[in-house]
């Protein structure tokens, strides 16, 4: 799986919009972008995950650059249950059924 | 949506007991299903992978006499930790996926060696 490269920490202020970054600069081009969080003592949890094109749902939005070589997830209006690890993994999105490679992930914290 | 539960949530016993942990499947059949562990502020690492039917295939570095693994049916997995020392202490996640879908994750063991 090719690799990523995230901030290890990041602040946000309560109902504001948290962006995070993620660096994939050596994606292929059958490789998707997977945004996973993981809250204190839980189970990483599904965020969203991409190709090429934008994607939102009702948790986040994942935007991705044209070049694939970075995209950036946001929380359009952050909360405190959002402080959380957030990792974001490229992988091959023809079975998504198989296993993630997690890296350091993004330490969020939302702050009152 | 898609649900992956673990049990126990968390154990705590001696040196030298052996700990079985179950991850199961609730709404949907899993051919196949992950064994993370997790150090304190450290990410998750692969453990092994559990294949329904076959025998699970482990990462370097994993001792399969250690970490025994169990599939034997389409919605439970299980992970038995074999005469655990405090080093064996972790958090242990599972992780499964209803077909071509995203990997859902379980809740987590916090494993407590004594």
């Known amino acids: 799986d090719a690799k990523t490269t995230q901030p290890p920490s990041m602040d946000c202020a309560e109902g504001r919009a948290a962006n995070l970054p993620c660096n994939h600069s050596?994606?292929?081009?059958?490789?998707?972008v997977y945004w996973y969080r993981q809250i204190h003592s839980q189970g990483p949890q599904y965020i969203i995950h991409?190709?090429?094109n934008n994607e939102t749902n009702e948790m986040a939005s994942l935007i991705i650059t044209e070049d694939r070589k970075s995209s950036t997830l946001i929380l359009p209006h952050a909360t405190l249950r959002d402080t959380a690890v957030y990792y974001c993994?490229?992988?091959?999105?023809?079975?998504?059924?198989?296993?993630?490679?997690f890296g350091g992930g993004t330490r969020l914290m939302v702050k009152p | 949506g898609a649900v992956v539960s673990q049990h126990p949530s968390r154990v705590i016993c001696k040196s030298g007991t052996s700990v079985k942990i179950e991850c199961r499947s609730l709404d949907f059949q899993a051919t196949t299903m992950f064994w993370y562990r997790q150090f304190p502020k450290q990410s998750l690492m692969l453990m092994a992978t559990?294949?329904?039917?076959?025998?699970?295939?482990?990462e370097q570095g994993v001792e399969k006499d250690k970490f025994l693994i169990n599939h034997a049916s389409l919605t439970l997995s299980t992970l038995t930790v074999t005469s655990a020392h405090p080093e064996d202490s972790s958090f242990y996640i599972c992780s499964a996926s209803p077909g071509n879908q995203p990997q859902h994750f379980g809740d987590g063991t916090r494993l407590s060696i004594l």
């Open positions: 559990s294949n329904e039917g076959s025998k699970a295939t482990y």
């Open positions: 050596t994606i292929s081009g059958n490789e998707y």
């Open positions: 991409g190709l090429k």
């Open positions: 993994i490229v992988r091959p999105g023809n079975n998504a059924g198989n296993m993630l490679t």
